[in-house]
């Protein structure tokens, strides 16, 4: 689950946007001011961070500028309610990496955050491994393993799970998926991707009719929830 800081100090928009982005898959932290904002930022591990400009105690430009002198590459996504040219160039130029203004479309925001997530470096596995629920995955064996019985996997759907696991939350295209997995010489159909995870779901699913770890988001693609 991929883990976002909300730096943001209108109660009404943290909580619109706690509860969206909670039902969307993420794991939602909230700072309500400047400084708790930077601290929290800066030594907890965050995939991506929303940050209001308008702060009390340390405005959002502070903010950023801090972080980033303090090392933390945290992809950050600005959120404020200027709308000048000028305001997103400082953001950019201090080291933002996307700049949404108020008010915005949630669906606009979220597809912001996916992308940013998904150009984002994989994620790290301790020990070479994954686990969710009673699944374990270990990738310097290409093992899948079951409370403790193994399965089997072809390559392919390894490869795919490997790919879930490492942009989990994101939604991805069956092109993304065919072009990373595939690879652009592969060229199979569209279809191949939808047989290959209905392959994976029969294998790691506790109910495939069901699936609770690789979700079909309608009209876009899949997401892996595990």
Known sequence: MKRLLLIED???LVLTLRDRLAREGYAIEASVDGES???????EAFDLVLLDVMLPRLNGFDVLRELRKRGTETPVIMLT???QVVDKV????????DYVTKPFEMVELLARIEAKLRRAPAVSHPAG??????VRVDFRRAEVTREGAPLELSAREFQLL?????????TLTREELLNEVWG????????TVDVHVAWLRQKIEPNPRH???ILTIHGMGYKFAG
Not at 37 to 43: H, N, T, W
Not at 90 to 97: I, S, Y
Not at 162 to 170: L, M, N, P, Q, S
Not at 184 to 191: D, G, H
């Open 184 to 191: 652009y010489n592969a060229m199979p159909s569209t279809r």
């Open 211 to 213: 699936p609770q770890y």
């Open 10 to 12: 209108e109660p009404g």
């Open 37 to 43: 904002g930077l601290e929290r930022a800066s030594r």
């Open 81 to 83: 309610a200027k709308g």
């Open 90 to 97: 400082v953001g950019l130029k201090l080291g933002a990496d």
């Open 162 to 170: 490997k790919y879930f696991i490492e942009h989990r939350g994101a």
């Open 129 to 134: 491994g994954y686990q969710f629920d009673d």
